[in-house]
């Protein structure tokens, strides 16, 4: 029968520090969240910038620049509402629970997005992006001039690709978890 010695009084003392040093790091993540709010301002302007630009098509007949302009600006709200999962999550799964005070504007996922969820939103994020993208590098084909760009178009279906192939690969990776803590759990009321 294996014993359980309490360590002297100061190696507990020692550990009890490293323990919370180690706990209060997570502390050390915060100005990274707070870096991507930044981002986003940065999103913002780009975005402004977008659609100022897209405004010149506000009286043409052209569908195609509008389509690219309009495909643009989902794009862009796409990566903001990703950043913005990122922040969120993160924070409050890493770092300490955002006190919101009761406000309804409160998302209903916030405190209830695990990690595997988290995963779950950021490649199905990455996928819409890049179909996004890979349907922008299509379009601009159709616009006058426009020449075929053979080796990008080939790495945008290449990534895009894996970008799917690894969703569905996580999402298979998380259904086998959740089966085997099932059995688990059952085998263990047994």
């Known amino acids: 029968m294996p014993t359980t010695e309490k360590p002297p009084e100061p190696l507990k003392a020692v550990g009890d520090v490293l323990e919370a040093g180690l706990f209060r790091s997570r502390w050390l993540l915060a100005p990274l969240y707070v870096g991507l709010v930044f981002s986003l301002v940065l999103l913002l302007s ?34 903001a509402n990703l950043v913005l999962i990122v922040i969120f999550s ?6 300490s629970r955002i006190d919101t005070g009761g406000s309804e504007d409160r998302p209903h996922w916030m405190g209830t997005l695990d990690f595997s969820g988290l995963k779950m939103k950021l490649i199905g994020s990455i996928v ?26 080939t790495w945008l279906i290449g990534l895009h690709m894996t970008f799917v192939v690894s ?20 085998k263990s009321r047994s």
Do not use: W
């Open 128 to 153: 819409a992006i890049s179909a996004i993208s890979l349907l922008r590098a299509f379009m601009e084909l159709t616009l006058p001039n426009a020449t075929l760009d053979q080796p990008k178009l």
């Open 167 to 186: 969703g569905v690969l996580f999402a298979l990776m998380d259904y086998l978890a959740v089966r085997t803590e099932a059995q688990n759990g059952h």
């Open 46 to 79: 780009v975005f402004a910038r977008q659609l100022v630009h897209a405004a010149q098509y506000f009286f043409s007949e052209e569908t195609e620049p509008v389509i690219l302009a309009c495909l643009t600006l989902i794009d862009l709200s796409l990566v």
């Open 90 to 95: 993160g924070y409050e799964n890493f770092v």
